[in-house]
């Protein structure tokens, strides 16, 4: 069993310390939390032993009567692998505790590239992640390009990708994000720092990003143009992503207009927290002129680049190939509408 660590219990922490907790090969050993919260509750609810991410704040947990199981150096110290769902930044200030204890990690998207050893889509480049000390697991907005754009690559041929992400202001329990009020071009500039993320997984692609943000928190969208290198018909195209596990195309006969209604379904599938591990891709939206590709989809930013974190620690540890993981992530997660 895979002895996994998960610093970091907050939105994407908590989801991959679940999906892992459901792997036949893989045990979490321990979480850690900067502050005692109703996350960390929920971590000792769970069953799951709490460590301190910073020795000057254990006294709080006690004060918050939370019992923690000992510093997250003794959990970096333990673990086969450890997971990094620290905010944006602060894994990078950690990577030095991982070295010091020789304990491979992960990243999230929100580290520069330049900090790992490579950036990781389960899909486009599992492989190239094997016996890695420090792997990047990409933003979930370059998780659900790069699903997308692997197959079309391997199917056809891709030469020029043109995305514009209409971005969600913040998660539902982020209370200091915005907008409120307003529709921002977000960044300003062009391209938007997606297109050259996406270029760490594939680093010949020609690809154009730009992005804005709205008053929302259910879901990112992007609005696709992918010119191939030979013609196609729309109808090819949707069988072909109809064999991608990580795609959900909606049908039309579902009448879902809209990110509201997509977690609406996702809740009544039983899916734990609405969470959408699939792009979303609208069955109908998926046009082509010539050798021009356009489609709409939906991206859950809180939960698509869960079954790549799962993914990424076989990669790391050797312990499977990709074919072998992807399958059986999805089989333990219920990955697939």
Known sequence: MLQVAINGYGTIGKRVADAVR?????????????RPNFEAETAIDK???????????EHLFDEAGLEIAGPVE???????????????????????LYEEYDTPALYQGGEDADLVDVSFNARSNFAEAADADHV??????????????????????????????????????????????????????????HGPDVETIFDDLDIDTLGMKVPATQMHMHSLNISLEEEVDADDVRELFADESRLFLIPERMNIDGSGKLKEYA???????????????????????????????????????????????????????????????????????
């Not at 459901?22 to 900067?34: F, H, I, N, R, W």
């Not at 069953?47 to 704040?57: D, I, T």
């Not at 990409?138 to 692997?150: D, E, F, K, P, Y």
Request: proline content about 6%; overall charge negative; glycine content about 10%.
């Open 47 to 57: 069953g799951f032993s709490l460590y301190a991410a910073v020795e000057e704040r």
């Open 74 to 96: 003794d959990l970096v110290d333990e673990a086969d692998v450890v997971v990094d769902a620290t905010p944006s930044g602060i894994g990078a200030q950690n990577k030095e």
């Open 267 to 337: 809740l009544d599938a039983g899916r734990p927290r609405g969470d959408l591990w699939e792009n979303c891709i609208w069955e109908e939206s998926i046009s082509t002129v010539g050798n021009d590709l356009y489609l709409f989809q939906g991206i859950h930013q809180e939960s698509d680049v869960v079954p790549e974190n799962v993914d990424a620690i076989r990669a790391v540890t050797g312990s499977a190939d990709a074919e072998e993981s992807i399958e059986k992530t999805n089989e333990t997660l219920g990955v697939g509408l």
């Open 136 to 193: 990047r697991v990409v933003s979930c907005n370059t998780t659900g390009l790069s699903r997308v754009i692997a197959p079309l690559r391997e199917a056809y041929g891709v030469e020029k990708v043109r995305a514009t992400l209409v971005r969600r202001g913040g998660d539902p329990g982020q209370t200091d994000r915005g907008p409120i009020n307003d529709i921002l071009p977000n960044p300003v500039t062009i391209p938007s720092h």
């Open 22 to 34: 459901q792997q036949p090969d893989m045990e979490v050993l321990g979480v850690a939390k900067t």
